[in-house]
C-alpha cells in the first residue's frame, strides 16, 4: 500500500473517480511527475496495442519504417515471406542504432561493424569472429514484439502476453468494417511535437468543448454545433463516441466536397463521423469519405511526438479532382487546427505547471470522455478502484 503522501496513494485520486457530475480532474503533478510516467509507461505503453504504422507503408519483402517508441527503437519490416515484424533496431554486437527513417533493404547490416540480419532478425553474417569461443550466431537474432494487424493498421505490443489485437478491439471491428479501411491508402502525413504531456493531448482529441473557442475559424466551420452521443461498441471495453449533426454532408465532410463517400455505407453512417479511441493509442476519426488518425509518442512527461495521417479509398485518390480537391478543401484545415491544439495544449502544460494550478470540475455534458480516459488511466497506474 503506497504511503499516504505518495504520488500513487489511491486517496489522492478519490474526487476523479466520483460520477463526472461530481467529479474532479487529475491533480497536475501526474502531468510533470518523473516517477508516474515511467509507471505510465509501464503499466499502458508497455501493455496496450499501439499503432505503428499503416500496411501500405510497407508493401515490399524488405520495406521498413523506424520508429522510437516510449525510448526503445524499433524497426517495423516486411520479412521475404510478406510477414511484418516488429524488431530492436539495436545490434546484438556492441548495440549501434541499426538503421533510421525508412526505406527498403535486402539485408540488415549494422552501420558500424558490418554484423547482417535477415530480414526476419536472424544473424547472418559476423565478420572476425572465428576465435570468439562458444559464439553461436543462431543465438543472437535481432529481439521482436508482436506486431498485428487490422484494417490496413499495423500494432504493435512489448506484452508478449497480450490479448490478441482483433480480440482486443472487440466490437469495433465489425462495426466499421462497411468502411474496408484496408482498401485505402495514406495520402498526407503531417508531424508535430508538442511541448505537452500525452494526457493532454488526449484528452484535447476526445471533448469536442473547445472546438468553438479554439477552432472557430478552421473545425467549427465543418460542424458547427455537433451533436455527440457517446456509447460503447458491443464487446468494445473503451469509449466509442459517434457525433452526427444536421450539417450538410456528414458533418466532418468540407461543405462544397466533390469526393466520393465509401460505397455501401448505411444512411447513418453517411450522415455521421465517427470519432473513436481505442485506449491508449487509436484515436480514429471516420466520416463517410476517408480516415484521419493520430499515432502519437510521449517522449518524457514533458513531451509529446504525434503524426496525424490522412487516408483516402484508393478509387477516390485515382480521380482526376483528387489533388486539387484535398489541397483546397481537406489539407488546409488540418494544418490549422493541429495548429491549434498544439497551441492550446502547450497552453495548459504551462499553465498547470505552478503551484497555485488547482483544478476544478468537469462539463458533465461536453466532458464525459475526458473523465473516462482519467479513471482509465488511473485503472493502469494504480491499479481498478
Ligand atoms: S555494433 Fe553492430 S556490428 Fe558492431
Ligand atoms: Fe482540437
Redesign the pocket.
Known amino acids: 500500500m503506497p504511503a499516504r503522501d505518495s504520488i500513487f496513494a489511491p486517496e489522492r485520486y478519490a474526487a476523479t473517480r466520483l460520477p463526472i457530475e461530481e467529479a474532479t480532474p487529475l491533480p497536475p503533478d501526474v502531468y510533470f511527475s518523473e516517477e508516474w510516467y515511467e509507471r505510465e509507461v509501464e503499466t499502458i505503453f508497455r501493455k496496450e496495442w499501439l499503432v505503428a504504422t499503416r500496411e501500405e507503408e510497407i508493401p515490399n519483402p524488405g520495406d521498413y519504417v523506424r520508429l522510437d517508441i516510449v525510448d526503445e527503437p524499433l524497426v517495423i519490416i516486411r520479412g521475404d515471406d510478406g510477414v511484418i515484424r516488429a524488431l530492436s533496431a539495436s ?1 546484438r ?4 542504432e ?1 538503421m533510421a527513417g525508412s526505406g527498403n533493404c535486402r539485408k540488415i547490416v ?1 552501420p ?4 547482417t540480419y535477415a530480414l526476419d532478425g536472424r544473424l547472418q553474417a559476423t565478420p572476425s569472429m572465428q576465435d570468439a569461443v562458444d559464439f553461436d550466431k543462431n543465438d543472437y537474432p535481432l529481439p521482436s514484439l508482436r506486431a498485428e494487424t487490422w484494417a490496413g493498421f499495423v500494432f504493435i505490443n512489448f506484452d508478449p502476453d497480450a490479448t490478441p489485437l482483433l480480440q482486443s478491439l472487440g466490437g469495433l471491428v465489425d462495426r466499421l468494417a462497411s468502411y474496408r479501411m484496408e482498401d485505402m491508402v495514406v495520402t498526407k502525413k503531417w508531424e508535430n511535437r508538442f511541448q505537452s504531456n500525452w494526457k493532454i493531448w488526449v484528452e484535447n482529441s476526445r471533448e469536442g468543448y473547445h472546438v468553438r473557442t479554439v477552432h472557430r475559424g478552421s473545425l467549427d466551420t465543418f460542424y458547427p454545433g455537433a451533436v455527440r452521443t457517446a456509447f460503447h461498441a458491443e464487446g468494445e471495453p473503451m469509449v466509442y463516441a459517434i457525433n452526427s449533426s444536421d450539417n450538410e454532408n456528414g458533418l466532418y465532410v468540407p461543405r462544397g466536397h466533390t469526393l466520393p463517400f465509401v460505397d455501401g455505407l448505411s444512411d447513418s453512417d453517411n450522415e455521421a463521423t465517427h470519432f473513436i479511441i481505442h485506449y491508449p493509442h487509436l484515436l480514429l476519426n471516420v466520416p463517410p469519405d476517408r480516415i484521419t488518425f493520430h499515432q502519437y509518442f510521449p517522449e518524457g512527461p514533458d513531451w509529446v511526438r504525434i503524426t496525424s495521417w490522412c487516408c483516402f479509398p484508393k478509387s477516390t485518390v485515382e480521380l482526376p479532382n483528387f489533388e486539387t480537391d484535398v489541397e483546397e478543401m481537406y489539407y488546409p484545415s488540418m494544418d490549422m487546427f493541429l495548429a491549434e491544439d498544439k497551441g492550446v495544449c502547450e497552453l495548459v502544460h504551462r499553465g498547470i505547471g505552478g503551484h497555485m494550478a488547482s483544478l476544478s470540475r468537469y462539463s458533465p455534458s461536453e466532458e464525459r470522455t475526458v473523465h473516462e480516459f482519467s479513471n482509465y488511466v488511473l485503472d493502469r497506474v494504480l491499479g481498478p478502484k
Open positions: 545490434c554486437h556492441r548495440g549501434s541499426l549494422c558500424y561493424h558490418s554484423w
